[in-house]
């Protein structure tokens, strides 16, 4: 895809959810353990979790699950019972949740401080202009790409709102690599931490302690994420 098209149809992501995921609520207890999300980026239920734990400035482990994937799609079925996503485990509480709404309410009922944000609220227009967003980018991170896996996760600086973040995830999806998501939204108590460690307040910035690589710029880490690993 032309890098434009790809930046303009992103962004068109961003703007059919209303900016949902750009910032920071009010947060409650902090997990001891990040915690863990079986999903796949083109899915419009998963982005709605995704966009509450931006919200709610959690750190999560992200196992992909895009279509035809052969390693996270068994693990979610084996566990849960059945193949369907957005799937949660939170190892601080025990809690294992499919529905997407169910794992909203239990986010921020567990990690908040208050309601979800209004675009996380609006019962069908929530789901429709989730389904708006996937169409935006259709098929993006749905599908797997035959890839080889890491010895070690990932780690993804992102929020759930930024374009240019969704670029990367979406390949990290399709390649189905496993990563550590860093959420950093606006008025995230985690930035600081973060421009202290790289430097600036840009995001992508994915690091990789398998190659001991690190890069911001979501062009220069698609390239790098398919030089790496795909197959």
Same mark, same amino acid.
């Given at each position: 895809?032309? $890098?434009?098209?790809?930046?303009?149809?992103?962004?068109?992501?961003?703007?059919?959810?209303?900016?949902?995921?750009?910032?920071?609520?009010?947060?409650?207890?902090? *997990?001891?353990?990040?915690?863990?999300?079986?999903?796949?980026?083109?899915?419009? &239920?998963?982005?709605?979790? $995704?966009?509450?734990?931006?919200?709610?400035?959690?750190?999560?482990?992200?196992?992909?699950?895009?279509?035809?994937?052969? =390693?996270?799609?068994?693990?979610?079925?084996?566990?849960?019972?059945?193949?369907?996503?957005?799937?949660?485990?939170? *190892?601080?509480?025990?809690?294992?949740? &499919?529905?997407?709404?169910?794992?909203?309410? !239990?986010?921020?009922?567990? &990690?908040?401080?208050?309601?979800?944000?209004?675009?996380? $609220?609006?019962?069908?227009?929530?789901?429709?202009?989730?389904?708006?967003?996937?169409?935006?980018? *259709?098929?993006?991170?749905?599908? !797997?790409?035959?890839? $080889?896996?890491?010895?070690?996760?990932?780690?993804?600086?992102?929020?759930?709102?930024?374009?240019?973040?969704?670029?990367?995830?979406?390949?990290?999806?399709?390649?189905?690599?496993?990563?550590?998501? =860093?959420?950093?939204?606006?008025?995230?108590?985690?930035?600081?931490?973060?421009?202290?460690?790289?430097?600036?307040?840009?995001?992508? !910035?994915?690091?990789?302690?398998?190659?001991?690589?690190?890069?911001?710029?979501?062009?220069?880490?698609?390239?790098?994420?398919?030089?790496?690993?795909?197959?």
């Amino acid at each position: 895809m032309l $890098r434009a098209l790809d930046v303009a149809t992103s962004l068109a992501a961003t703007i059919a959810r209303f900016g949902a995921g750009l910032s920071v609520g009010p947060l409650g207890a902090r *997990p001891e353990q990040p915690l863990e999300l079986y999903e796949f980026e083109a899915c419009p &239920y998963c982005r709605k979790v $995704r966009e509450a734990l931006s919200a709610l400035d959690l750190e999560v482990r992200v196992f992909p699950c895009p279509k035809d994937g052969p =390693h996270y799609r068994a693990q979610v079925k084996k566990r849960g019972g059945k193949a369907q996503f957005p799937f949660l485990v939170d *190892p601080n509480n025990g809690r294992e949740l &499919y529905e997407s709404d169910d794992i909203i309410a !239990y986010l921020f009922a567990q &990690y908040g401080a208050g309601a979800a944000p209004l675009p996380l $609220r609006l019962g069908p227009l929530t789901d429709v202009s989730s389904f708006i967003a996937s169409a935006a980018r *259709p098929g993006l991170g749905g599908r !797997y790409v035959a890839a $080889r896996q890491p010895k070690r996760p990932l780690e993804l600086w992102s929020f759930e709102a930024s374009p240019f973040c969704r670029i990367v995830r979406e390949r990290l999806s399709a390649l189905e690599l496993p990563y550590l998501l =860093h959420n950093v939204a606006k008025g995230s108590p985690s930035r600081a931490a973060f421009i202290k460690r790289a430097g600036k307040m840009m995001v992508p !910035y994915l690091v990789d302690p398998n190659t001991k690589t690190a890069l911001f710029e979501s062009a220069d880490i698609v390239a790098y994420l398919d030089r790496t690993y795909r197959k």
